[in-house]
């Protein structure tokens, strides 16, 4: 569920319940589960569910700095040059400029809640990929928006 454009302006007081996006903003993109939990010019918050098997493969945010707080399961990521995991109670830092990924390889589901600053256009981003099917027009229309991905083959184990 999608409902009405986001318009990005002063971050708004209020509370997102658990469970529901901020303006109930759920996107499903390619089997994750993203949910919006707060959206404002400077900052863009959601939180992901990943089923076993999921994973963003390598790319980079050319303005965004981007955060993961792993929630539940580990998160296997490929950050500033390496291979890593993320469990629960971890936060991981990825800054703008630096390709990373991330894959759910476990057999349970992972969540974690992901943040960008600023928050560029990747609230616009989900929109626009939201029951989208086709990889390769996931990584056009990323591209479009801000989010760039390597090129396949480009970094080992992804």
Not at 22 to 30: R, T
Not at 99 to 110: D, I, S
Not at 135 to 140: D, K, L
């Amino acid at each position: 569920m999608t409902g009405e454009e986001i318009v990005l302006g002063p971050l708004p007081a209020g509370i997102t319940l658990a469970n529901e996006g901020m303006q109930k903003k759920v996107w499903n993109v390619l089997g994750h589960t993203y949910s919006m939990k707060a959206a404002g010019e400077s900052s863009f918050a959601f939180e992901t569910f990943d089923p076993p098997g999921t994973g963003v493969p390598p790319h980079v945010h050319p303005t965004q700095d981007e955060h993961i707080y792993v929630l539940d399961g580990v998160f296997t990521l490929y950050l500033d040059g390496r291979w890593e995991t993320a469990g629960p109670g971890d936060t991981v830092r990825m800054p703008r400029n630096l390709p990373h990924a991330y894959y759910n390889r476990g057999e349970e589901p992972t969540r974690g809640l992901f943040w960008v600053s600023p928050a560029g256009r990747l609230a616009e981003l989900f929109d626009k990929l939201h029951n989208l099917e086709d990889p390769a027009e996931v990584v056009r229309v990323s591209a479009l928006c801000g989010v760039d991905f390597l090129p396949p083959g480009t970094v080992e184990g992804a």
